[in-house]
């Protein structure tokens, strides 16, 4: 069945250092999504990703999709305390949530 | 507009017993999802609800657990005789239109079986 991974698992930073965190699928991906889920809180839906090479912008967000839609990357530029959290992407037309980059921030 | 909302949030019980979990999806979205998540782990998909349909229930257990999304009242997740291996955060989502679109999650039910 298809795999959905996330590398790394775990990210500790320096705050105001820059972070990212890769996707990857073991087949072509209709869309992806992100979503961000805070520490004892519930995933929270960041941006949807739907055409190949597409890159979107949220504030210091960076959202990548790849060329052949199997992989996609989300970077963080200047991390602050308030990224503290787990970082999921999504196949959401298969319903498969990737195994996670949990960032964790050295103030 | 009130989000997605999920009763109990905290739930034990203790070998054996039944767990009923519910969800309450957005205002107008008519599409429902449920994930288990274990400690230190990712989201694992259990089932699709629309309406008085099952979509999709290929990430549920065969025994013991059951999903229901009556035309009246909330999304149903029921545990029969559960086992330590249930205690989990089972989280509810919704969506407006389907699969393809953003969900919203409910705060989750925090299940510990004793």
């Known amino acids: 069945g298809q795999q959905v991974m996330q590398i790394p698992q775990y990210q500790h930073v320096q705050e105001g250092e820059d972070f990212t965190t890769y996707c990857n699928s073991s087949?072509?991906?209709?869309?992806i999504q992100w979503y961000k889920q805070r520490p004892g809180g519930h995933p929270v839906f960041l941006i949807q990703l739907v055409k190949s090479g597409e890159v979107k912008k949220q504030k210091r967000l960076t959202f990548q999709f790849g060329e052949a839609k199997k992989n996609s990357s989300l970077h963080i530029t200047a991390t602050q305390t308030t990224d503290v959290g787990t970082y999921f992407c999504?196949?959401?037309?298969?319903?498969?949530f990737g195994t996670g980059t949990r960032l964790t921030i050295i103030p | 507009n009130a989000g997605v909302m999920q009763n109990p949030r905290h739930l034990v019980r203790r070998r054996g017993q039944e767990a009923r979990l519910r969800c309450s999806p957005m205002?107008?979205?008519?599409?429902v999802y449920w994930y288990r998540q274990l400690p230190e782990e990712g989201l694992k998909f259990m089932v699709y609800l629309q309406k008085e349909n099952i979509i999709d229930e290929s990430g549920m257990p065969k025994e013991r657990f059951s999903a229901e999304f009556p035309k009246e009242g909330p999304s149903i997740l029921r545990i029969q005789q559960v086992v330590r291996g249930d205690s989990a955060a089972y989280f509810c989502a919704s969506s407006r239109d389907g699969a393809y679109n953003e969900q919203f999650f409910g705060p989750g039910t925090r299940l510990t079986v004793l």
């Open positions: 205002k107008g979205h008519s599409h």
């Open positions: 087949t072509t991906l209709s869309n």
């Open positions: 999504a196949d959401n037309e298969k319903l498969t």
